[in-house]
């Protein structure tokens, strides 16, 4: 079953080297991105790649069962999995699949459609997020505060 957590924006803090997948979605779309194969090359791993092109390192698993994580070979085929659905929730702020490891935000204001996007498509930005546990520790890294809302509104999910 899906589970899906729709928060407003609080704060949003941005690790360096995060890169978010932007996507333009036209009304009622519920599928968007898609599925590509690369070549590995000789330094790649799964960590290195799922960091790259966007992904969670679970997603990459679980489309290429047969290949080696860690050393997955030059030239070995690599499927990217960049399709996404998305969940059942209000289409606004933040909204967090627990179940797919994946968190959208849909940000209030779009600005200018870009060349080629059709009129009333919306922007959707998507990063793969992880759970972390009490013996884990927080990964150190330089971070920047892009904004803040007084005292939000926040529920923790069951």
Request: aromatic share 8%; with cysteine; hydrophobic share 40%.
């Amino acid at each position: 079953m899906l589970r899906a957590v729709s928060v407003g924006l609080s704060f949003v803090c941005l690790a360096a080297g995060a890169h978010a997948a932007e996507y333009w979605i036209a009304e009622g779309d519920d599928v968007f991105g898609s599925v590509e194969v690369i070549a590995a090359r000789h330094e790649d791993t799964f960590v290195r790649l799922a960091r790259t092109h966007n992904v969670g390192y679970e997603e990459l698993r679980h489309a290429n069962p047969s290949v080696d994580e860690w050393l997955p070979g030059e030239g070995t085929k690599i499927t990217i999995p960049s399709l996404y659905v998305l969940p059942r929730a209000p289409r606004s702020g933040i909204v967090v699949n627990v179940a797919e490891l994946r968190m959208y935000y849909f940000p209030g204001d779009s600005g200018p459609l870009p060349e080629g996007v059709a009129p009333g498509s919306r922007r959707v930005i998507t990063h793969p997020i992880s759970i972390g546990r009490m013996d884990w520790s927080t990964p150190l890294g330089a971070t920047t505060v892009t904004g803040k809302v007084a005292n939000p509104a926040w529920y923790p999910p069951q």
